[in-house]
T-cell receptor
């Protein structure tokens, strides 16, 4: 079967750095997406990785290791507005997205 | 530029009733998707469309039907609602299907009593 694993919940302090991990087992791999979803709102696109390595975009970075079936999202200089759920999704061999259940990130002052 | 618009935003139905959820996008995207989101689970694909006049089944299609008569609209129908269909429904669109970010509507919160 296809499976995406993420921690259910994480807590971090404003101004700090947090790393949200995602491991996957899917039938094929055509890329990995990270989305942010604030409570009661729509998911919004953050990043896309298809090759191994780190992609940096402002305060957010995303890393991929295809051989390990592993990705992480790194958030720096955390702000209160970063309190949200972070969704990992893998594009399988049929180019359909398989979604993790999401990691709820709580930022404390 | 509205992006992806879903109507209605909230609805309460009784078991056995039918309804249609409407999704409209103004980005000229070819691909459109319907997902449901339940607590503790990832988004699950119900049906999708790769272009006007086409539809295809996703992971959880049973109990739902869809139509894409116009490129900008994607309708999701529940013919006979069941309590198990209580969920938040999201519509999304993308320019192409492969390796393109999907743009989501604000969701429809549907309760079946």
């Amino acid at each position: 079967g296809q499976n995406i694993d993420q921690p259910t919940e994480m807590t971090a302090t404003e101004g700090a750095i947090v790393q949200i991990n995602c491991t996957y087992q899917t039938s094929g791999f055509n890329g990995l997406f990270w989305y942010q979803q604030h409570a009661g709102e729509a998911p919004t696109f953050l990043s896309y990785n298809v090759l191994d390595g780190l992609e940096e975009k402002g305060r957010f970075s995303s890393f991929l290791s295809r051989s390990k079936g592993y990705s992480y999202l790194l958030l720096k200089e955390l702000q209160m507005k970063d309190s949200a759920s972070y969704l990992c999704a893998v594009e399988d061999s049929n180019y359909q997205l398989i979604w993790g259940a999401g990691t709820k990130l709580i930022i404390k002052p | 530029n509205a992006g992806v618009t879903q109507t209605p935003k909230f609805r309460v139905l009784k078991t056995g009733q039918s309804m249609t959820l409407l999704c409209a996008q103004d980005m000229n995207h070819e691909y459109m998707y319907w997902y449901r989101q339940d607590p503790g689970m990832g988004l699950r694909l119900i049906h999708y469309s790769v272009g006007e006049g086409t539809t295809a089944k996703g992971e959880v299609p049973d109990g739902y039907n869809v139509s894409r008569l116009k490129k900008q609209n994607f309708l999701l129908g529940l013919e006979s609602a069941a309590p198990s269909q209580t969920s938040v429904y999201f519509c999304a669109s993308s320019y192409e299907g492969a390796s393109q970010p999907q743009h989501f509507g604000d969701g429809t919160r549907l309760s079946i009593l």
